[in-house]
Nanobody, 115 residues
């Protein structure tokens, strides 16, 4: 059974940091490119960051470049999103995505940035 389980969301102050984790199971994690996407209240889904299957390539939407860092540990079947210098506009449900021969999604974790 394929599972992507996000964790690490919560409330952060503007300028603060959070680290999201996504634990994967039920498929060969090391073959899949992984991504994070988010959906802010009342808005559509926005792709945020991606990482290649071996971790050698990373990608970011312009709005998070220099603030967010994606990484993965293929030994632990986990992908991370380190979020620094958080802004209120980063408030969203963050989803983990795996893509190779098939595509899988997690259920999301809520990040709220507010003072």
């Amino acid at each position: 059974q394929v599972q992507l389980v996000e964790s690490g969301g919560g409330l952060a102050q503007p300028g603060g940091s959070l680290r999201l984790s996504c634990a994967a199971s039920g498929f060969t994690f090391s073959r899949y490119a992984m991504s994070w996407a988010r959906q802010a209240p009342g808005k559509g889904l926005e792709w945020v960051s991606g990482i290649s299957s071996d971790g050698s390539d990373t990608y970011y939407v312009d709005s998070v470049k220099g603030r967010f860092t994606i990484s993965r540990d293929n030994g632990k079947n986990t992908v991370y999103l380190q979020m620094n210098s958080l802004k209120p506009e980063d408030t969203a449900v963050y989803y983990c995505n795996a893509k190779f021969l098939r595509e899988y999604w997690g259920k999301g974790t809520l990040v709220t940035v507010s003072s």
